[in-house]
T-cell receptor, first 113, second 110 residues
Protein backbone atom coordinates (compact mmCIF):
# COMPACT_ATOMS: atom_id res chain seq x y z
CA UNK A 1 0.00 0.00 0.00
CA UNK A 2 1.26 3.48 -0.81
CA UNK A 3 0.46 6.99 0.36
CA UNK A 4 -0.99 8.14 3.67
CA UNK A 5 -3.62 5.97 5.35
CA UNK A 6 -5.89 7.15 8.15
CA UNK A 7 -8.18 5.07 10.33
CA UNK A 8 -10.97 5.15 11.18
CA UNK A 9 -12.64 7.10 8.37
CA UNK A 10 -15.56 8.03 10.60
CA UNK A 11 -15.84 8.26 14.37
CA UNK A 12 -18.71 9.18 16.65
CA UNK A 13 -17.88 9.59 20.31
CA UNK A 14 -19.39 10.92 23.46
CA UNK A 15 -17.73 13.63 25.47
CA UNK A 16 -16.53 11.15 28.09
CA UNK A 17 -15.04 8.63 25.66
CA UNK A 18 -11.38 8.01 24.88
CA UNK A 19 -10.46 7.17 21.31
CA UNK A 20 -7.42 7.31 19.06
CA UNK A 21 -6.89 8.27 15.44
CA UNK A 22 -4.19 6.47 13.49
CA UNK A 23 -2.10 7.61 10.55
CA UNK A 24 0.44 5.60 8.59
CA UNK A 25 2.59 6.77 5.70
CA UNK A 26 4.42 4.55 3.23
CA UNK A 27 6.32 7.33 1.47
CA UNK A 28 9.53 7.35 3.48
CA UNK A 29 8.85 10.92 4.63
CA UNK A 30 10.42 12.45 7.70
CA UNK A 31 7.75 14.94 8.74
CA UNK A 32 4.18 14.21 9.77
CA UNK A 33 1.35 16.60 10.60
CA UNK A 34 -2.09 16.69 12.18
CA UNK A 35 -4.52 19.26 10.78
CA UNK A 36 -8.10 20.12 11.77
CA UNK A 37 -10.51 21.05 8.96
CA UNK A 38 -13.80 22.75 9.75
CA UNK A 39 -16.31 23.91 7.16
CA UNK A 40 -15.51 27.26 5.55
CA UNK A 41 -12.38 27.74 7.67
CA UNK A 42 -8.71 27.45 6.76
CA UNK A 43 -6.89 24.29 7.71
CA UNK A 44 -5.64 24.54 11.29
CA UNK A 45 -2.23 23.05 11.98
CA UNK A 46 -2.29 21.14 15.25
CA UNK A 47 0.98 19.25 15.60
CA UNK A 48 4.14 18.62 13.62
CA UNK A 49 6.65 15.84 14.07
CA UNK A 50 10.02 15.84 12.34
CA UNK A 51 12.13 12.69 12.61
CA UNK A 52 9.76 11.52 15.40
CA UNK A 53 10.32 14.66 17.48
CA UNK A 54 7.47 17.08 18.08
CA UNK A 55 8.45 20.44 16.66
CA UNK A 56 5.17 22.31 16.79
CA UNK A 57 2.15 22.40 19.05
CA UNK A 58 -0.13 25.22 17.98
CA UNK A 59 -1.78 25.88 21.34
CA UNK A 60 -3.88 22.77 21.04
CA UNK A 61 -5.99 21.86 24.11
CA UNK A 62 -4.59 19.02 26.19
CA UNK A 63 -7.61 16.87 25.40
CA UNK A 64 -5.74 16.18 22.14
CA UNK A 65 -2.56 14.18 22.70
CA UNK A 66 -0.28 13.21 19.79
CA UNK A 67 2.10 10.29 19.66
CA UNK A 68 4.73 9.47 17.04
CA UNK A 69 6.43 6.14 17.76
CA UNK A 70 8.38 6.19 14.48
CA UNK A 71 8.62 8.16 11.25
CA UNK A 72 5.86 6.13 9.61
CA UNK A 73 3.18 6.24 12.28
CA UNK A 74 1.29 9.06 13.97
CA UNK A 75 -1.53 8.87 16.48
CA UNK A 76 -3.92 11.42 17.92
CA UNK A 77 -5.36 10.39 21.26
CA UNK A 78 -8.68 11.98 22.15
CA UNK A 79 -10.35 12.29 25.55
CA UNK A 80 -13.14 14.38 27.04
CA UNK A 81 -13.74 16.18 23.78
CA UNK A 82 -16.28 18.93 23.25
CA UNK A 83 -18.94 19.17 20.53
CA UNK A 84 -16.96 22.02 18.90
CA UNK A 85 -14.15 19.52 18.30
CA UNK A 86 -16.30 17.87 15.64
CA UNK A 87 -14.40 18.24 12.37
CA UNK A 88 -12.37 16.41 9.74
CA UNK A 89 -8.94 15.51 11.12
CA UNK A 90 -6.31 15.21 8.44
CA UNK A 91 -2.91 13.62 8.67
CA UNK A 92 -0.19 14.65 6.25
CA UNK A 93 3.44 13.88 5.56
CA UNK A 94 6.24 15.59 3.68
CA UNK A 95 9.83 14.72 2.84
CA UNK A 96 11.16 17.39 5.20
CA UNK A 97 9.59 19.85 7.61
CA UNK A 98 9.59 22.77 5.26
CA UNK A 99 5.85 22.57 4.63
CA UNK A 100 6.21 21.83 0.97
CA UNK A 101 4.57 19.06 -1.00
CA UNK A 102 2.24 17.79 1.69
CA UNK A 103 0.65 14.42 1.09
CA UNK A 104 -2.65 14.06 2.93
CA UNK A 105 -4.61 11.09 4.09
CA UNK A 106 -8.37 10.88 3.52
CA UNK A 107 -9.08 12.10 7.03
CA UNK A 108 -11.19 10.99 9.96
CA UNK A 109 -14.60 12.64 10.17
CA UNK A 110 -15.16 13.07 13.90
CA UNK A 111 -18.50 13.80 15.53
CA UNK A 112 -18.61 14.53 19.25
CA UNK A 113 -22.04 14.14 20.81
CA UNK B 1 -1.29 37.81 11.34
CA UNK B 2 -0.92 36.61 7.79
CA UNK B 3 -4.15 35.84 5.95
CA UNK B 4 -4.99 34.35 2.59
CA UNK B 5 -8.37 35.32 1.21
CA UNK B 6 -9.89 33.05 -1.40
CA UNK B 7 -12.67 34.15 -3.70
CA UNK B 8 -15.28 33.26 -4.52
CA UNK B 9 -16.15 31.01 -1.60
CA UNK B 10 -18.53 29.03 -3.80
CA UNK B 11 -18.95 28.70 -7.55
CA UNK B 12 -21.39 26.57 -9.52
CA UNK B 13 -21.16 26.59 -13.31
CA UNK B 14 -22.09 24.49 -16.32
CA UNK B 15 -19.74 22.06 -17.98
CA UNK B 16 -17.70 23.75 -20.72
CA UNK B 17 -17.54 27.19 -19.11
CA UNK B 18 -14.36 28.93 -18.05
CA UNK B 19 -13.66 30.18 -14.53
CA UNK B 20 -11.05 31.87 -12.40
CA UNK B 21 -10.58 31.66 -8.66
CA UNK B 22 -8.35 33.92 -6.63
CA UNK B 23 -6.07 33.79 -3.64
CA UNK B 24 -5.06 37.17 -2.20
CA UNK B 25 -2.98 38.45 0.67
CA UNK B 26 -1.26 41.58 1.89
CA UNK B 27 1.77 39.46 2.77
CA UNK B 28 4.59 38.29 0.55
CA UNK B 29 5.06 34.54 0.22
CA UNK B 30 8.11 32.59 -0.86
CA UNK B 31 5.87 30.04 -2.57
CA UNK B 32 2.23 29.37 -3.24
CA UNK B 33 0.67 25.95 -3.43
CA UNK B 34 -2.71 24.94 -4.86
CA UNK B 35 -4.52 21.82 -3.69
CA UNK B 36 -7.77 20.18 -4.76
CA UNK B 37 -9.86 18.27 -2.25
CA UNK B 38 -12.61 15.97 -3.49
CA UNK B 39 -15.50 14.98 -1.22
CA UNK B 40 -14.44 12.37 1.33
CA UNK B 41 -10.76 12.73 0.52
CA UNK B 42 -7.77 14.75 1.67
CA UNK B 43 -6.27 17.63 -0.33
CA UNK B 44 -4.02 16.71 -3.25
CA UNK B 45 -1.24 19.04 -4.36
CA UNK B 46 -1.76 20.39 -7.87
CA UNK B 47 1.10 22.84 -8.28
CA UNK B 48 3.65 25.00 -6.51
CA UNK B 49 4.69 28.41 -7.84
CA UNK B 50 7.72 30.17 -6.45
CA UNK B 51 8.68 33.05 -8.78
CA UNK B 52 6.79 36.32 -9.09
CA UNK B 53 4.88 36.32 -12.38
CA UNK B 54 5.30 32.58 -12.82
CA UNK B 55 2.68 30.76 -14.87
CA UNK B 56 2.22 27.00 -14.76
CA UNK B 57 -0.19 24.91 -16.78
CA UNK B 58 -1.66 21.56 -15.85
CA UNK B 59 -3.83 20.45 -18.78
CA UNK B 60 -6.83 22.81 -18.66
CA UNK B 61 -5.70 24.47 -15.42
CA UNK B 62 -3.50 27.58 -15.50
CA UNK B 63 -1.90 28.87 -12.31
CA UNK B 64 -0.32 32.28 -11.95
CA UNK B 65 1.71 33.80 -9.13
CA UNK B 66 1.45 37.57 -8.84
CA UNK B 67 4.47 39.70 -9.65
CA UNK B 68 4.73 40.79 -6.02
CA UNK B 69 4.19 37.23 -4.74
CA UNK B 70 1.14 38.32 -2.72
CA UNK B 71 -1.58 36.76 -4.82
CA UNK B 72 -2.33 33.91 -7.16
CA UNK B 73 -5.04 32.81 -9.55
CA UNK B 74 -6.27 29.53 -10.94
CA UNK B 75 -8.01 29.55 -14.30
CA UNK B 76 -9.88 26.52 -15.61
CA UNK B 77 -10.74 26.31 -19.28
CA UNK B 78 -13.75 24.28 -20.44
CA UNK B 79 -14.57 23.00 -16.97
CA UNK B 80 -15.61 19.37 -16.59
CA UNK B 81 -17.53 17.58 -13.82
CA UNK B 82 -14.26 15.96 -12.76
CA UNK B 83 -13.00 19.43 -11.78
CA UNK B 84 -15.57 19.55 -8.97
CA UNK B 85 -13.99 19.94 -5.56
CA UNK B 86 -12.64 22.31 -2.94
CA UNK B 87 -9.67 24.32 -4.18
CA UNK B 88 -7.26 25.40 -1.47
CA UNK B 89 -4.32 27.74 -1.70
CA UNK B 90 -1.48 27.79 0.82
CA UNK B 91 1.33 30.32 1.04
CA UNK B 92 4.76 29.50 2.35
CA UNK B 93 6.27 32.21 4.53
CA UNK B 94 9.88 32.95 5.41
CA UNK B 95 9.67 30.65 8.46
CA UNK B 96 8.57 27.71 6.31
CA UNK B 97 5.07 27.96 7.77
CA UNK B 98 2.06 27.35 5.54
CA UNK B 99 -0.76 29.88 5.62
CA UNK B 100 -3.98 28.40 4.28
CA UNK B 101 -6.97 29.96 2.60
CA UNK B 102 -10.50 28.81 3.45
CA UNK B 103 -11.03 27.42 -0.03
CA UNK B 104 -13.28 27.81 -3.06
CA UNK B 105 -15.94 25.15 -3.42
CA UNK B 106 -16.42 24.48 -7.13
CA UNK B 107 -19.29 22.52 -8.64
CA UNK B 108 -19.37 21.75 -12.35
CA UNK B 109 -22.80 20.69 -13.53
CA UNK B 110 -23.09 18.28 -16.49
Amino acid sequence: ETGVTQTPRHLVMGMTNKKSLKCEQHLGHNAMYWYKQSAKKPLELMFVYNFKEQTENNSVPSRFSPECPNSSHLFLHLHTLQPEDSALYLCASSPYQINEKLFFGSGTQLSVL
Amino acid sequence: TQLLEQSPQFLSIQEGENLTVYCNSSSVFSSLQWYRQEPGEGPVLLVTVVTGGEVKKLKRLTFQFGDARKDSSLHITAAQPGDTGLYLCAGGDSNYQLIWGAGTKLIIKP
